[in-house]
């Protein structure tokens, strides 16, 4: 039970885009009952724009399929067919269903004779109202727009069952709780919590979705990471993160780790899923962020990107710092890298003016700076020097340790001074390192 609540305008003449009102209407002249359902109606009544529409319809697959001249058969096991509008957009339509058997992950389905049964089986109240497009009229056995008006999460159906047919429920709980701001019924918080020891038991990828949901979706994500902290699911599948409950912060910061990473999300825009994350992590380290996202599935490239954020550290370089640090700092932390740390330092600075931290980050300074440093296109890599690896072949030397200890050293001087970045320059360099003693270590 958590989540603000409080009563909320519920919009009751919802309006479908065209193409749903052609499609259900068409299935109705053919003799076919046809509901929109699911996220869509309860996104209507919100007034929340939704994109999303799906339609249960007491036709079978291969009924809607003859209705309609443009179809795909995306799911016809499930009874799913898509069906394309005028503007090639495609819309779900699938043939009532009920469970037959469910556990944990998978559901047995068969098809149902009316829309009371396909409410039944959906997870929350608020996502079991159906809407007619044919008459305008609701069907609402759960009592999921008196939920919506309350700003009440109520699973449909005794909530230990529900969850222990679908753990995801409990999550897919946590983003609805936070996303439209509902406390969460008390019978239901409570079996939630109790499920959350079972959460090991979804695969890593529906995990991932969901979490890219919050971040992409929520516009403060901190209200439903907060109850996955709340509701032990944060220390059931991160306890990395679980860890930062709690934990003071360095710069004795009125709040603790956990918070301030959320406060730090909440500033991020939605639009940008990834860098939320990156600012999320930042708190447990780069190692411990890439292993849990490879642990969630994401991929490779996302893992490194996020662990690069967090090596990259909360704090921007000094604005005021000799050019050859700020070329350091470049080269280290990547330069394609800037633009979104920069975004994340700015978030930094907004909290820590929030929370009146004593040292404040001048993100917009050293954004400045950095951006100056880079425009003048200095060598940042090994692979921006003006001699390589075949040079020091051609040289005599063997590839090996001592080679990319040569050319580090190289770039070591360049980002000192750009301009020794020359051929001859850089040669006679590197003669004289390979002529010096070899490194003790
Ligand atoms: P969103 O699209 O924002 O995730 P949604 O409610 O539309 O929210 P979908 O995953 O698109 O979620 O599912 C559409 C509908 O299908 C839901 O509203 C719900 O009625 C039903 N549903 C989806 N997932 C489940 C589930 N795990 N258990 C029961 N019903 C579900
Ligand atoms: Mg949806």
Redesign the pocket.
């Known amino acids: 039970m958590s989540g603000p609540g409080g009563r909320r305008l519920i919009r009751r003449r919802p309006t479908a885009p065209s193409a749903v009102t052609w499609i259900a209407k068409t299935l109705e002249r053919a003799g076919f009952e046809t509901w929109a359902?699911?996220?869509?109606v309860?996104d209507v009544l919100l007034g929340v724009d939704s994109v999303?529409w799906?339609l249960a319809t007491r036709a079978r697959p291969e009924q809607v399929r003859r209705v309609f001249r443009r179809t795909v058969p995306v799911g016809i096991e499930h009874g799913t067919v898509g069906v394309l509008a005028r503007g090639s957009e495609m819309y779900e339509v699938t043939t009532f269903r009920r469970d037959v058997e469910t556990h944990g992950r998978h559901a047995t389905v068969e098809f149902a004779d009316g829309i009371d049964d396909d409410l039944a089986?959906?997870?929350f109240t608020i996502?079991?109202v159906a809407w007619r497009p044919l008459s305008g009229e609701f069907h609402d056995p759960f009592h999921g727009v008196r939920d919506l008006e309350r700003g009440l999460l109520r699973t449909v159906g005794e909530a230990g069952e529900r969850f222990a047919e679908?753990y995801?429920?409990v999550l897919?709980a946590l983003r609805f709780a936070g996303r439209f701001e509902l406390t969460i019924d008390p019978a239901t918080w409570h079996a939630l919590c109790a499920a959350t020891g079972r959460l090991g038991l979804l695969s890593p990828e529906r995990i991932r979705e969901e979490l890219l949901?919050i971040l992409g979706?929520d516009p403060r994500p901190s209200r439903a990471l907060s109850l996955y902290a709340a509701s032990g699911a944060l220390e059931a599948l991160a306890p990395e993160l679980g860890g930062l409950v709690g934990a003071s912060m360095a710069r004795a910061l009125p709040v603790d780790e956990w918070t301030y990473a959320l406060m730090v999300t909440d500033t991020l825009p939605a639009r940008r899923p990834l860098v939320r994350l990156g600012a999320l992590l930042q708190g447990i380290g780069a190692r411990p962020a890439a292993e849990l996202l490879v642990r969630l599935r994401f991929s490779n490239a996302q893992a490194d990107w996020v662990a690069a954020v967090a090596r990259a550290g909360a704090a921007p370089p000094d604005a005021d710092a000799p050019p050859a640090e700020l070329r350091r700092w470049l080269a280290r932390a990547g330069a394609p890298l800037l633009r979104d740390l920069a975004r994340i330092w700015c978030a930094h600075e907004r909290v820590g003016r929030t929370l009146a931290a004593s040292r404040r980050v001048d993100a917009a300074a050293s954004w400045r700076s950095l951006r100056r440093e880079l425009a003048a296109g200095p060598p940042l890599s090994i692979g921006d020097l003006a001699v390589g690896g075949d040079d020091l072949i051609g040289m005599g030397l063997e590839p090996g340790p001592r080679f990319g200890r040569i050319l580090d050293e190289l770039l070591e001087r360049v980002l000192d001074d750009p301009g020794l970045n020359r051929r001859e320059t850089l040669l006679e360099f590197a003669a004289e390192l390979a002529a010096g003693p070899p490194p003790l270590c």
């Open positions: 359902v699911g996220g869509a309860r999303d799906d089986r959906r997870d996502n079991a679908d995801l429920r897919r949901k979706l």
